[in-house]
């Protein structure tokens, strides 16, 4: 779960709101089907991509919230609205948007819960230093679930995105074994033997199932070059180790904060993602 859907299901529990969804779009248009955001009384959850668009939108919801103040949002009637972007709106995306209000409450929750939890794809995320502290916040906001794995059980902070589940492994490469088809797997543990560990461990699953959505090594060429010495002689071959991408993240971005390495290391996920 996202953390705006968290926060849209939190806030249900004490206000209602006006949902308003991407029903429809025909050609350019500033955001996907499928988007939303929430309109309370007092805030915005979300965004459907902002402008003049968001403008009209938000003063609809807002009309139809004081209208329903002494309606049950469990009888209003949807309603669905055509924004043509250019001719009415100004903005240059140049589409048709169709947007669709709907009024909900704390009893709209259990189905919201599933319909907003929309497609994520699964993470693996090993390590829990800094860059893995930084990529964890970055990932929160976008659409993955991720599991966070570490061989040191105190390294995990108290709270983490809704959408981040963390689990003690030691030793830390044994998890890769139950890791759901299809994972991305991202390493940056404390320990140059426990990372050296989980990618033999990935190649090996890869030579029998071949089902992980791919595997990332943070560290450098030297790392890297070292590491092959080390597989080659654990039995690996240059195929399976094709398999493995190090340095992780988009290429040309020099930065080595740990914020700037999560943002390179989510951006090349976000890659992959559009590709698949």
Request: net charge neutral.
């Given at each position: ?15 209602p ?6 029903d ?12 939303w ?25 807002r009309?139809l ?30 589409g048709?948007v ?5 009024s ?9 819960q ?12 090993f ?12 990932l929160?906001?976008?659409?993955y ?48 033997a ?69 943002v ?13």
């Open positions: 779960m996202s953390q705006h859907t968290a926060a849209l299901l939190a806030r249900l529990q004490h206000a709101a006006v949902l308003v969804s991407v429809q779009v025909q050609g350019s248009g500033p955001r996907e089907q499928g988007a955001m929430a309109v309370f009384a007092d805030g915005v959850i979300n965004t459907i991509g902002g402008g003049h668009l968001e403008y009209q939108a938000l003063a609809e919801a009309a919230l004081q209208r329903s103040a002494n309606t049950s949002p469990s009888h209003a009637q949807d309603r669905v609205l055509r924004y043509a972007l250019g001719p009415a709106l100004g903005q240059c995306c140049g048709v169709h947007l669709r209000y709907e909900v409450n704390e009893h709209r929750i259990p189905s919201l599933q319909r907003l939890k929309g497609p994520q794809d699964a993470v693996a995320l390590g829990g230093g800094h860059v893995g502290k930084a990529l964890v916040q970055v929160g906001m976008l659409p679930q991720v599991l966070w794995i570490d061989s040191r059980d105190e390294i995990f902070p108290v709270q983490v995105p809704p959408n981040v589940v963390t689990e003690h492994s030691d030793p830390v490469h044994a998890a890769v074994a139950n890791l759901s088809p299809g994972t991305h797997v991202l390493i940056m543990s404390f320990s140059h426990e990372d050296l560990d989980v990618v033999a461990a990935c190649l090996k699953r890869q030579r029998e199932h071949h089902d992980l959505g791919s595997v990332g090594l943070i560290g450098s060429q030297t790392k890297w070059a070292t590491f092959r010495h080390r597989l080659e002689a654990r039995g690996f071959t240059e195929q399976d180790m094709q398999q493995v991408t190090c340095p992780i993240g988009v290429p040309h971005i020099t930065g080595k904060e740990p914020e700037v390495i999560a390179a290391v989510a951006a090349q996920l976000l890659q992959r993602r559009s590709q698949a």
